[in-house]
C-alpha cells in the first residue's frame, strides 16, 4: 500500500480550470495504476479517469471526456488531472487511488483500488 496525497482543490467558478495532484510516498509509484474518484454527499464514489504505469493507457468517464485529461509524471511520483471548462456537476471531494494490478476492464471499480489519499475538495464559486 502506499501513501498518497492529493492537492490542488479549491474554489473555481463554472469554466474555470484547476489541476489536482497526486503525490506518492514511494518510488515504486511508477508501477501503479492510478485513478481519480470523486464522490458528492449522499452519492457513492464514482470513477473520473485512470491511467497506466506507463501513460499509455487512459480512460476517462463521458461525463468529463474531452474536458479532464490525467497524466503522470513518474520521475516526481505524481498523478495529474487537468479539469478545464469545470461545470457544477464537478464539484465534489475528489480522491486520488492506486493499484498494484494492471487494471484494465475494471478500473471504474473503486474495490479495486487498495491506496486512497484523503481527498481534496472542488468546490463551485457562485
Known amino acids: 500500500q502506499v501513501q498518497l496525497v492529493e492537492s490542488g482543490g479549491g474554489l473555481v467558478q463554472a469554466g474555470g480550470s484547476l489541476r489536482l495532484s497526486c503525490a506518492a510516498s514511494i518510488r515504486t509509484f511508477s508501477s501503479y495504476f492510478v485513478s481519480w474518484f470523486r464522490q458528492t454527499p449522499g452519492n457513492e464514489r464514482e470513477f473520473v479517469a485512470g491511467i497506466n504505469w506507463s501513460g499509455s493507457r487512459t480512460y476517462a468517464t463521458d461525463s468529463v471526456k474531452g474536458r479532464f485529461t490525467i497524466s503522470r509524471d513518474n520521475a516526481k511520483n505524481t498523478v495529474y488531472l487537468q479539469m478545464n471548462s469545470l461545470k457544477s456537476e464537478d464539484a465534489a471531494v475528489y480522491y486520488c487511488?492506486?493499484?498494484?494490478?494492471?487494471?484494465?476492464?475494471?478500473?471504474?471499480?473503486?474495490?479495486?483500488?487498495?491506496?486512497w489519499g484523503q481527498g481534496t475538495q472542488v468546490t463551485g464559486s457562485s
Open positions: 487511488a492506486a493499484s498494484g494490478a494492471n487494471l484494465q476492464g475494471d478500473y471504474a471499480r473503486y474495490r479495486n483500488y487498495a491506496s
